[in-house]
């Protein structure tokens, strides 16, 4: 079993046209990639802006095409997914090969996943109101729900992922409260898809202290799905 992650694939709503977000290409091209690469008993994780419709019934279409592709695919709500209010709903039209992620953990053969989509850590040079920082707190109080549920079900040589929408970081290099919870939580590898402010310098992968991070953004290209284990 190998572990793949993707990040902003931007699927349309209904109806299915033949060009999705910032992807070069269509949705067929899409599939013969994806299913060249990944095998049926891998994983894919997918974070940031899966499907570009604004109601659940109208993002079916792409949740059924997801379903169609190999692999086993756990899915993050991210801030622009507008169509996921709840997991409840969403599970009741998911095909059995996807996993919606939020707030809590997933152990698959030896690898415990765990998300929250998180908040863009708060910049020095910009303005900061107590709204943002009250939403800050909330994005961190659910990372840490969702590492909980992970440390309970993780068992000894268990690999743990842990997905997030922003980077981890305002600059890669850093530390703050995000990292900190990863080392606390001893965290293998973390998976981000979305770049802000100072964060469009950092680099697509990079360890530190034992963790190893990854960038999964598709910049326009689904060659670079990124193979994390």
């Known amino acids: 079993?190998?572990?793949?992650?993707?990040?902003?694939?931007?699927?349309p709503g209904k109806p299915m046209n033949k060009i999705y977000g910032n992807v070069t290409g269509n949705l067929e091209?899409?599939?013969?990639?994806?299913?060249?690469?990944v095998n049926e008993d891998d994983i894919v994780l997918i974070n940031v802006n899966i499907c570009s419709t604004k109601y659940l019934k109208d993002a079916k279409p792409a949740l059924d095409y997801?379903?169609?592709?190999?692999?086993?695919?756990?899915?993050?709500?991210?801030?622009?997914?507008?169509?996921?209010?709840n997991s409840s709903n969403i599970n009741d039209i998911l095909t059995k090969n996807i996993i919606a992620l939020q707030n809590e953990s997933i152990r698959i053969d030896g690898v415990v996943i765990c998300g929250s989509r998180g908040l863009t850590l708060p910049e020095p040079s910009a303005e900061t109101t107590e709204e943002?920082?009250?939403?800050?707190?909330?994005?961190?109080?659910?990372?840490?729900?969702?590492?909980k549920s992970a440390k309970e079900k993780r068992k000894d040589g268990d690999v743990l992922i842990a997905m997030t929408l922003y980077a981890p970081t305002e600059t890669i290099?850093?530390?703050?409260?995000?990292?900190s919870l990863?080392?606390?939580?001893?965290?293998?590898?973390?998976?981000?898809?979305?770049?802000l402010g100072q964060n469009i310098q950092?680099?697509?992968?990079?360890?530190l202290n034992?963790?190893?991070?990854?960038?999964?953004?598709c910049a326009g290209d689904i060659k670079t799905v990124v193979r994390i284990l």
Do not use: C
């Open 202 to 207: 950092s680099p697509f992968y990079l360890r």
């Open 1 to 11: 079993m190998k572990v793949y992650a993707i990040s902003g694939l931007h699927l």
């Open 66 to 85: 997801l379903g169609e592709l190999k692999g086993k695919k756990i899915i993050l709500r991210s801030n622009q997914d507008y169509w996921w209010q």
């Open 210 to 217: 034992d963790i190893e991070y990854f960038y999964t953004g």
């Open 132 to 147: 943002i920082i009250e939403l800050y707190r909330r994005e961190i109080r659910r990372l840490v729900m969702s590492l």
């Open 173 to 179: 290099i850093t530390d703050n409260i995000l990292k």
């Open 29 to 37: 091209e899409l599939k013969e990639k994806w299913n060249e690469t």
């Open 182 to 195: 990863f080392k606390k939580y001893n965290v293998t590898k973390v998976v981000y898809g979305k770049l």
